[in-house]
Nanobody, 125 residues
Framework: QVQLVESGGGLVQAGGSLRLSCAAS????????MGWFRQAPGKEREFVAG????????DYADSVKGRFTISRDNAKNTVYLQMNSLKPEDTAVYYC??????????????????WGQGTQVTVSS
């Protein structure tokens, strides 16, 4: 069983930055492909960014390309999401996810096996 704990959410003004962290335990971290998803009120959960087991491959939703960066530190069992130039439409609960069934980057929530509890990000205008 894999446990994921997110941190780093909060309230920020438009144009500001936040860095989310997700600490994993329960399985060798380098065996996990990782992803970030988000869900705004009244909307479906959507893919934000993903990173392969080695960190060599990444993918992003079009809405965050050029503003968000996903990275991982396999020595610290942690994946990060650096969010810059934040917009009010980025407001959502952000979830960390781990997948054991694929090698590269997953963009569908159904590909992931484990989820964190979520962390709220609120961007004020």
């Amino acid at each position: 069983q894999v446990q994921l704990v997110e941190s780093g959410g909060g309230l920020v003004q438009a144009g500001g930055s936040l860095r989310l962290s997700c600490a994993a335990s329960g399985r060798t971290f380098s065996s996990l492909a990782m992803g970030w998803f988000r869900q705004a009120p009244g909307k479906e959960r959507e893919f934000v960014a993903g990173i392969s087991r080695s960190g060599g491959s990444t993918d992003y939703a079009d809405s965050v390309k050029g503003r968000f960066t996903i990275s991982r530190d396999n020595a610290k069992n942690t994946v990060y999401l650096q969010m810059n130039s934040l917009k009010p439409e980025d407001t959502a609960v952000y979830y960390c996810a781990a997948g054991i069934r694929f090698l590269l980057v997953g963009v569908r929530s159904t590909e992931y096996d484990y989820w964190g509890q979520g962390t709220q990000v609120t961007v004020s205008s």
